[in-house]
């Protein structure tokens, strides 16, 4: 990714070559569309069967999968935009943010909603119909949502309140760092992350005890569950490499130094891609009720694929309609 270096001195603009910018980019948009497809098979399985859209367990799956695909849009628009435009209107680029933001406080809180819900099925059977109802899902998600925009709500207006007007309409290099420049909101964010991860974590904690509790009287019941609510912090650890995002950078700049336009490159991947592909792949093809229909979805593509290449093969002229 392009961007800029202050020096003691002046500020000294890195950019790759066009044939490593043009390398980096196809990889990029390759990955998303690769990741895109699965996460937009995903959700055509879910609305396609009412045994999945009418489950909690997978509604709040599908919305952490569309917050993934969100996530995963602005994140590579924001790339791509780094090396044709470098720079994008402030306001614009604040809306990109500020949407990106709410995606990334919202993970960690499907997350922990899908833990309780794993917690009750295990702990409470029996009530779990009761307590785990789809009317409390949907306000539960929308809960989600107002809980990691909260935080952030007032940074606009943090902006217009310190920043002059004509800081909105430059352009500026897309980052937080830039835009969010002011100490206040940047002390505010660390914050805030800090609570909401030491939150879920509690829970995921707190879950997997009481799962690994119950095990010792249901095996065969809570196995599955507890290998569940350990993929579940898994996904959590991918999630805060968000987090660890500057870290991450400096430790790779410490051991290659000589290579910073790599390194953001694979921070970025790391970091903004990577984890979009592994969700999907955790939860919904490990999960056997899902795999079920994800298997007759591909099935029915293979078969409809066939008979489209026999019809082709008996009837030639129809290649010309």
């Keep these: 990714m392009n961007f800029s270096v202050d020096t003691n001195m002046s500020i000294v603009l890195l950019r790759d070559s066009l044939k490593t910018a043009l390398t980096k980019n196809i990889i ?74 709410f995606c990334t406080q919202s993970t960690p809180l499907y997350l922990a909603s899908m833990a309780i819900e794993c917690y009750i099925a295990v702990c409470y059977p029996l009530r779990h119909a009761q307590i785990c109802t789809v009317r409390r ?55 805030s992350n800090m609570v909401y991860l030491v939150f879920v974590w509690c829970i995921l904690i707190y879950s997997y005890l009481r799962i690994l509790m119950a095990a010792k009287a249901a095996k065969s019941d809570s196995q599955k569950a507890r290998n569940t609510i350990i993929l579940h912090a898994v996904q959590l650890l991918m999630s805060m490499l968000t987090y660890l995002a500057p870290v991450i950078n400096n430790v790779l700049l410490y051991m290659f130094p000589k290579y910073i336009l790599e390194v953001r490159f694979t921070t970025y991947l790391i970091v903004h891609v990577l984890p979009r592909l592994f969700s999907p792949i955790i939860y919904g093809v490990r999960d056997q009720t899902f795999r079920k229909y994800l298997r007759k979805y591909f099935c029915n593509i293979t078969v409809h694929n066939r008979d489209v290449s026999v019809s082709l093969r008996i009837n030639p002229a129809k290649v010309q309609t």
């Excluded at 994008?88 to 809306?95: E, H, K, P």
């Design 28 to 101: 990029v948009v390759a990955l998303s569309i690769i990741i895109s497809y699965i996460n937009g098979v995903m959700v055509h399985t879910f609305l396609r069967h009412e045994i999945l859209n009418e489950d909690p367990r997978y509604m709040l799956f599908i919305h952490m999968v569309l917050n993934d695909i969100i996530q995963l849009m602005i994140a590579v628009m924001l790339h791509v935009f780094s090396y044709v435009f470098y720079t994008i209107n402030v306001s614009f680029c604040c809306l990109l943010l500020m949407i990106a933001i």
């Design 137 to 191: 899902t949907y306000v539960l998600i929308a809960l989600i949502w107002t809980l990691g925009s909260l935080p952030y709500l007032l940074d606009p207006f943090v902006l217009l309140a310190t920043e002059p007007l004509e800081f909105f309409r430059s352009t500026i290099f897309c980052i937080p760092e830039t835009v969010f420049r002011h100490p206040i909101l940047q002390q505010k964010n660390d914050i």
